[in-house]
């Protein structure tokens, strides 16, 4: 008889654990009505329930209103929604380098500055102790949670000189001496404008304002 009865005990508690919310407490609280003569300690001493479950179970079973879970509530909070200051804080650190995606396309933003760089920055700006601040792995991700990205934030590159960017200037001051020393030759001065690819700029070197509007107006329009 006893084997029979931890083996009926065994399968009320995997049926129990199978459920969620509501269900389960409404359950256990049926088993803990016609088993347990409706004693929460017995309950949990028999089927290792705990007694607040059961007698919330039994509130809902009696007044026939489930209660609502407040999942959302649960755990605990993210530092930087813990106190909103935080997020602030890092905001007015953070802002003054960055940069928006060079497309466009997203509204991500990109930083230079390292999660550690923060840190420094929220102890010597902000004056934070240092037992109040995350790791720095913890930063990291604080950041990537508030849309920042770390990337170095580098506009143009520089054009990079030919091998015979020498040699084409000597030409031209040699042509230029023998001009001067000739009486019979006409020198003229051109002013001539020719695209050069200096690098490679954010957004292809274009306004952001002007981007997918045909009509803005702006400089070389």
Same mark, same amino acid.
Request: net charge positive; aromatic share 4%; charged share 30%.
């Given at each position: 008889?006893? %084997? ?6 065994? /399968? &009320?508690?995997?049926? $129990? ?24 300690? @017995?309950?949990?001493?028999?089927? %290792? @329930? ?28 993210? @530092? ?23 497309? &466009? ?15 420094? $920055? &929220? ?19 604080? /950041? ?14 520089? /054009? ?13 001051? $040699? ?23 200096? %690098? ?10 002007? /981007? ?7 400089? %070389?329009?």
């Amino acid at each position: 008889m006893d %084997g029979a009865v931890k083996k009926s005990d065994v /399968l &009320l508690k995997s049926a $129990a654990g199978r459920l969620r919310g509501v269900e389960h407490r409404l359950f256990i609280a049926e088993v803990t009505a016609a088993l347990c003569d409706g004693n929460p300690r @017995w309950a949990e001493r028999r089927f %290792g @329930w705990g007694r607040q479950t059961i007698r919330k179970g039994q509130q809902e079973q009696q007044s026939g209103q489930p209660s609502v879970d407040n999942f959302a509530a649960r755990g605990r909070p993210r @530092w930087e929604d813990e106190v909103p200051q935080r997020a602030a804080d890092i905001r007015a650190i953070v802002e003054p380098h960055t940069q928006a995606d060079p497309e &466009l396309k997203s509204a991500r933003l990109y930083t230079n500055l390292s999660a550690a760089e923060v840190l420094e $920055a &929220l102890r010597q700006q902000k004056n934070y102790a240092a037992k109040e601040l995350p790791s720095e792995r913890s930063m990291r991700n604080i /950041l990537n949670r508030m849309n920042y990205r770390l990337k170095r934030i580098q506009k143009s590159k520089p /054009l990079k000189k030919t091998p015979n960017t020498d040699a084409i200037f000597a030409n031209l001051r $040699a042509v230029h001496e023998q001009a001067l020393h000739d009486p019979a030759t006409l020198e003229i001065s051109v002013d001539t404008k020719a695209k050069v690819q200096l %690098g490679e700029y954010s957004r292809g070197g274009k306004k952001p304002d002007r /981007l997918d509007r045909p009509n803005a107006s702006g400089v %070389g329009s």
